[in-house]
Structures are given as C-alpha cells and as structure tokens.
C-alpha cells in the first residue's frame, strides 16, 4: 500500500465514522481531556491525532461491526 493510498483510507474512515454517535462522542470525549492539545480541527496536526484516534476506536469496536465496515471502505479504494 503506498503512504497516498494509506492518507486516502484514513480519510475515508474518518469520514464515514463522523456519522456515527459513538464515534462522535468519543471525539468529544478525546476534546474534554485535551488529546488534540489545543489545536483547531482541521489543522495537520488535529488531522494526525484524529487518524490515530479513528485508528483506535475502529480497533476498539471491531467486534461489533468494524471488519465488515473496512472491508466495504477498502474495497472503494482497492
């Protein structure tokens, strides 16, 4: 996978999760504690911490439904 397809994927979770209330409420929580230290959403850095976070709820939730859920976003892209 090169780094452009690998940004695109991140992108594409982040997108689709903002949809979903857990997702969100998780951010929030992140907000509350100060992970995205300070930084405005949409800066590169809000950005990276986000797709670290998204990375890790996805991972959290997997049991649930996260599996299928890449599986259909990678294959968008594949």
């Given at each position: 996978m090169t780094w452009y397809t690998h940004i695109i994927k991140a992108e594409a979770n982040k997108d689709a999760l903002r949809r979903n209330s857990e997702y969100n409420q998780y951010i929030?929580?992140?907000i509350s504690i100060g992970?995205?230290?300070g930084e405005?959403?949409?800066s590169q850095l809000w950005s990276e911490l986000e797709t670290k976070a998204t990375n890790t709820f996805l991972d959290i939730q997997a049991p649930k439904y996260v599996?299928?859920?890449r599986a259909?976003?990678?294959s968008l892209f594949s």
């Open positions: 929030q929580n992140l992970y995205f230290k405005k959403e949409g599996l299928d859920f259909q976003v990678y």
